[in-house]
Each structure stands twice: as C-alpha cells, then as structure tokens.
C-alpha cells in the first residue's frame, strides 16, 4: 500500500522560510515521479513543483519559481520542498503527490497524480 505522509509545516511570518519533507513508503520510491501541490481556502488545488524519480528534472509553477526548491533523496524515501521568501499568498495546505505509473514523466495537472499525503497546514503571516 501507498503511503505518503508530510511534516514540516506551520506559521511563519513573511519573508521567512519552511521545509517540508513527504516520506514515501510501499513501493520502490526511486521509479516516480513526485509532486507538490498546494490548496488554498476556497481554492482549487493548485501546482507548485514536481521532479523526475531520479532528480533530474525539476519544474515550478510561475508563483514559486526562485523562492521553493524542490528535491529528493531516493536513499531515504523522501521528498523536500525549501520554501524560502514565503509570502501570504503562500498560505495553504500543502501536498505532496505521486502517479500510479513508473517513470512517468512529469504532469502539473492533479488528474495525473493518483496517490496523496494528508497535507500539511503553511500559514504566512503578513
């Protein structure tokens, strides 16, 4: 069975940073692609960043690119997001994701990711 389990959020004021970390378990974490994403209160979920199963690749929604970096370590089963210069509008639960296919290449779409975590809660104060 899939799971998928973040940590790492909570308050922070603007312009500081958070890491979040999703750890990966029941299946060989180093054949898929991952993805966060994001959903803001009455918000659609939203992309943020997503990387290829063995790093190489990475790629940002306009919103985050610059201030988030997005990583993996394929060793220990988990997936990092570094948010740094966090704005308000950064405020949202955030997930990581995965597809049910291996070495699928890299989708922003939600449609294409078939597992989730529970989220973790990012607040930005102002």
């Known amino acids: 069975q899939v799971q998928l389990v973040e940590s790492g959020g909570g308050l922070v004021q603007a312009g500081g940073s958070l890491r979040l970390s999703c750890a990966a378990s029941?299946?060989?974490?180093?054949?898929?692609?991952m993805g966060w994403f994001r959903q803001a209160p009455g918000k659609e979920r939203e992309f943020v960043a997503h990387?290829?199963?063995?790093?190489?690749?990475?790629y940002y929604a306009a919103s985050v690119k610059g201030r988030f970096t997005i990583s993996r370590d394929n060793a220990k089963n988990t997936l990092s997001l570094q948010m740094n210069s966090l704005k308000p509008e950064d405020t949202a639960v955030y997930y990581c994701?995965?597809?049910?296919?291996?070495?699928?290449?890299?989708?922003?779409?939600?449609?294409?990711?078939?597992?989730w975590g529970q989220g973790t809660q990012v607040t930005v104060s102002s």
């Open positions: 990387i290829t199963w063995s790093g190489e690749s990475t």
């Open positions: 029941g299946r060989t974490f180093s054949s898929y692609t």
């Open positions: 994701a995965s597809p049910r296919q291996m070495y699928r290449w890299p989708d922003p779409r939600t449609e294409e990711y078939d597992y």
